[in-house]
């Protein structure tokens, strides 16, 4: 016989998405436990690791300097023949950010979730869930080689962009391949770049997405990109797209790679609903993640604030039917659907400009003095030496 394990609130991963709503759940009075299938939280990194800043207050984050490689001060962008436009840190404000060590990144935001009650189990992994009269009430799971049941009157799948939790519990089926960005990075050293800033490559060297540059310290750096699933052919591997830009860039090519990486994000729209009776779904899992950036760890620690709260509230009311759900997804679609949809429909316009597209925008906006990023100055500058742009990017954006 199984044993069997009784908590108000089970978070099934232990990423920030999933971390950040224990923390807030413990916080408020719920018992919360959560489960991560791999021995070490935050271990292997999937991650190019670069985040703003603009969500530690909010957060409640008093300390980053811990899980931080670097600081940067901007960013540039580069067009395919070599136009460059930097964005600073007066320009972006905290949107501007740090490198981090997400291994040591997502050991802190669990440490923080404990101190605030919540419960771990590693190496715990759940199998199927548990549904009685209807409604959602747990899951199976094998923990070191242990069954067991772990009952909830709350489920909150946390595991990312393969959750299984969404699909168990019939919120969504595959992604189709053109809101999939496949990835792949090399740690690389002895290389020749500005660490005090963040580098884009934009255009065909990453078809559907672009080269990511994130300094690390002097002379090293995660170097990367992400293409597009649907505009890969068959006849070259998203490593050997990366291996063909680090091959023509001469401040790459003398370097060494030290650790490598691959892996996927969904760069989609969030489905119509992330819940269910007993259960809603948080982070990568309920496709949260900027579609076009690929980063999802601040919008995914904002949604779990939001999910944590909530799921005290649920606890406290004694309420966990989907009717009573409904107002968990209008609180974080109000905070954050707007900015999903309009980056999801500029991602769909990006992902079909030429070369010849991104270099005039690029040569356009180099030649400005931005004060700070905004459509409005964008469309301006693009009108004022490309005018024949200017209907296609405002489309875009």
């Known amino acids: 016989m199984s044993d069997v394990l009784e908590y108000d ?122 549904k009685e009269d209807g ?5 199976k799971a094998r923990s070191m080689g242990k069954e067991l049941e772990i009952r909830a009157d709350l489920v909150i799948g946390a595991d990312g962009f393969e959750s299984q939790v969404g699909r168990w519990a019939g919120i969504y089926d595959a992604i189709p391949p053109q809101d999939i960005m496949t ?16 580098h884009f490559y934009m255009g065909s060297s990453a078809p559907g997405g672009y080269v990511w540059v994130f300094p690390k310290g002097e002379g090293i750096a995660n170097v990367g990109l992400g293409v597009q699933l649907s505009m890969l052919d068959g006849k070259k591997t998203p490593k050997e797209y990366l291996d063909e830009f680090i091959a023509s860039h001469d401040q790459f090519k003398d370097g060494e790679p030290i650790d490598m990486v691959a892996g996927a994000v969904a760069v989609t729209h969030p489905p ?49 039917d989907k009717e009573f759900l409904k107002g968990y997804e209008k609180e974080w679609r109000d905070q954050l659907g707007n900015k999903l ?32 990023v905004s459509i409005g100055a964008i469309l301006e500058g693009v009108k004022e030496k490309y005018p024949e742009l200017i209907e296609e990017f405002q489309d875009m954006l």
């Not at 909010?58 to 490689?69: F, H």
């Not at 992994?125 to 548990?130: E, K, M, N, P, Y």
């Open 9 to 130: 609130v089970l978070i099934i991963g232990a990423g920030p998405a999933g971390s950040a709503t224990a923390r807030y759940a413990a916080k408020n009075g719920a018992r919360t436990l959560v489960i991560e299938k791999r021995q070490e939280i935050g271990s292997p990194v999937r991650c190019g690791e670069g985040v703003s800043l603009s969500w530690i207050e909010e957060l409640e984050i008093k300390e980053y300097k811990r899980w931080t490689a670097a600081k940067v001060k901007g960013a540039r962008l580069y067009s395919p023949s070599g136009h460059v436009l930097e964005i600073t840190e007066k320009m972006a404000g905290n949107e501007v950010g740090v490198v981090c060590e997400r291994d040591v990144f997502d050991k802190e935001m669990a440490r923080l979730a404990v101190e605030e009650g919540a419960d771990y189990m590693m190496k715990t992994t759940a199998v199927s869930l548990i």
């Open 135 to 139: 409604k959602i009430c747990g899951v």
């Open 183 to 198: 990835c792949f990075q090399y740690r690389m050293a002895g290389i020749d770049f500005d660490p005090n800033y963040t």
């Open 272 to 320: 119509e609903t992330v819940t269910t009776d007993g259960l809603l779904l948080v982070g990568d899992a309920s496709r949260v993640v900027d579609p076009m950036t690929g980063g999802g760890i601040v919008n995914g620690m904002k949604q779990g604030k939001i999910a944590g709260e909530f799921a005290a509230k649920c606890v406290s009311e004694g309420r966990f």
């Open 341 to 372: 949809w309009r980056n999801y429909m500029a991602k769909e316009k990006a992902t079909k400009l030429t070369d010849d597209t991104f270099d005039k925008v690029i040569d356009a906006l180099s030649e400005l003095k931005l004060n700070q």
